[in-house]
């Protein structure tokens, strides 16, 4: 069963919450970063980005960035931008977006759990990502910004939220630059707390790496180093644990993760639709966006026009759970059958682009010249995420898309 402990969070006063907070570090580069951080002293990307405070140019990986972010680190708390609540406990995270709310519980999920397998993932991580969130906190001795966790959903967890919800003010509620609405409630009765982790405890078997692969790692090897260094270990230490927001699995829809490649691999545009032809059914759809509406069923977007690709029975094993993702189908009947990319991961023929932008961001690459063909998926379902993990198998690169992203800063948790 998951370990998932309250514990005593760092957070900030609610009237600068909405300008501390901020986007995680690995969405935006140092240039956005700053942009972000432009007349906002107390955003906390002057600790997640501290670049934004070194000299244009200045290597972010270097030692100089690091420093700056404890730096900062240490002044946010002087200044009382952050301060640390006195009991430990758990928090609710709500964020809304298209008039849809879905509800979170922050607590300190085990590290031990992430070795054992009981925290389960979907994706690799890249060691150099790894390290870098290993290297900074390190240096802060603290989980700055949360990870992104599921589970099956518990009605018993679901009552406790709804209930506090609706009885308590929110701590923090606002809506941010980019429209998604962020709410935030501590949860300060012990008996509720204590009820909480024993609902976990007994009633989730697993929980799930919804987005924060690299960050996930980084906290988990982070607790093993520190273990190794203490000769008087108990495994209670803070350092054992991580911070993470644990949403039901009922309440979050992974949005659609689509693929634009810059030639046809030498072929010609009526080559193309044949050797599609092989596997797919395939039909003219228009000018107008076509959006893929069921399982395989995907959209391509060719010299102005949309097409409606059906994979045929028998290209897809539904059984498979591995086989019966439309990435699987469009990776290996396409991509690499027909368009020659056999590793999504080093290929520079493609790019891969976030549901969120929309297709009309598909068409404007397209009929910009930077690609040639673009195609849309429909998106996997939280469902299908939770067989692969449960399974141990790993999904292709670039499948899920989460959104909203979780806001950095609401709340902070130290390792000592």
């Not at 700053?34 to 906002?40: L, S």
């Not at 501290?50 to 000299?55: K, S």
């Not at 991580?125 to 910004?145: F, G, H, Q, S, V």
């Not at 910009?368 to 999904?395: E, R, T």
Request: with cysteine; glycine share 6%; proline share 4%.
């Amino acid at each position: 069963m998951a370990i998932v402990k309250p514990f005593k969070g760092l957070r900030p006063p609610q009237a600068i919450a909405s300008d501390l907070a901020c986007l995680p570090y690995d969405v935006m580069n140092s240039t956005e970063a700053t942009q972000m951080a432009e007349g906002k002293a107390c955003s906390l990307l002057h600790i997640t980005r501290a670049e934004i405070d070194c000299p244009t140019g200045t290597d972010i990986h270097s030692e100089t960035v690091y420093l700056k972010s404890v730096e900062n680190f240490e002044k946010f708390q002087e200044e009382n931008w952050l301060n640390q609540d006195e009991e430990a406990k758990y928090y609710i995270y709500a964020q809304t977006m298209n008039g849809r709310t879905q509800y979170g519980i922050v607590g300190a999920a085990s590290c031990d759990d992430y070795n054992k397998g009981i925290i389960k993932k979907h994706e690799l991580t890249r060691p150099d990502k790894e390290e870098d969130r290993m290297i900074l906190t390190r240096y802060l001795n603290a989980n700055i910004e949360p990870v992104f966790f599921s589970y099956c959903a518990v009605p018993e967890i679901d009552a406790i939220v709804e209930s506090i919800v609706k009885s308590q003010k929110a701590d923090y509620d606002f809506v941010a630059e980019d429209g998604f609405g962020h709410h935030f409630w501590a949860i300060n009765e012990a008996a509720t707390n204590q009820k909480i982790e024993e609902l976990f405890a007994t009633k989730v078997p697993a929980t799930y790496v919804a987005d924060g692969h690299h960050r996930t790692a980084a906290a988990a090897r982070i607790g093993l180093e520190k273990q190794s260094q203490n000769p008087n270990h108990t495994g209670k230490e803070e350092y054992n644990f991580f911070m993470a927001v644990h949403f039901p699995d009922n309440q979050l829809q992974i949005i659609d993760y689509n693929r634009t490649v810059k030639d046809l691999n030498g072929l010609t545009e009526a080559e193309l639709l044949d050797k599609l032809a092989q596997n797919f059914d395939v039909e003219l759809a228009g000018t107008e966006i076509y959006k893929p509406t069921k399982l395989h069923e995907f959209s391509m977007y060719l010299s102005g026009k949309w097409y409606k690709l059906n994979a045929k029975p028998g290209t897809f094993n539904d059984n498979d759970p591995i086989g019966v993702l439309d990435v699987t189908i469009l990776s290996n009947l396409v991509l690499d059958q027909i368009l020659g990319i056999a590793d999504l991961r080093t290929s520079t023929r493609i790019d891969f682009v976030g549901g969120i932008r929309g297709l009309g961001e598909l068409k404007k690459r397209v009929d910009g010249g930077d690609m040639k063909v673009a195609f849309a998926l429909y998106p996997v379902s939280m469902q299908q995420l939770i067989n692969i993990a449960d399974s141990g198998n790993i999904m292709p690169p670039k499948t899920t898309w989460f959104e909203p992203k979780l806001r950095s800063g609401l709340v902070i948790h130290k390792l000592d």
